[in-house]
């Protein structure tokens, strides 16, 4: 996904989006280093670390689907996008499916083009 929101960051602009806040449950190091990874220095990416899980929590958006779980990956985040306008949430999207609570074979609810749709209709 973030290469997508890397390539769209003029569309993005253009239709108003400052910052693009890439969150998940993991700590600083390993965020910086994904960071690195995807090249967001220079972009309007800021990649965070949650590590205890709070934002998560706060957003509910803790991935309690029993199959994640089953393999060890415990306390993880719904992979999802939130357009928020001076403090105010406008819109919501969560990529998941009962067969996929990760949103892995299809996350294009919280991709870039998605996002910029959804924008458009605000």
């Known amino acids: 996904q973030v290469p997508g929101y890397i390539e ?5 602009k253009a239709a108003g989006v400052d910052e693009v806040l890439v969150y998940c449950v993991n700590d600083g190091a390993v965020m910086k280093a994904w960071g690195a990874d995807q090249k967001i220095d220079g972009t309007m990416i800021t990649f965070m670390g949650d590590p205890a899980g709070e934002l998560t929590k706060k957003h509910d958006m803790i991935m309690d689907h ?31 499916d009962d067969d996929d609570p990760a949103g892995d074979d299809d996350p294009e609810d919280t991709c870039a083009p998605a996002i910029l749709e959804a924008l458009g209709k605000l």
């Open 8 to 12: 769209a960051q003029d569309a993005l």
């Open 66 to 96: 029993p199959g994640p779980a089953s393999v060890g990956i415990i306390g993880r985040c719904k992979r999802h996008a939130i357009i928020v306008d001076d403090g105010e949430v406008k819109f919501v999207a969560i990529s998941e």
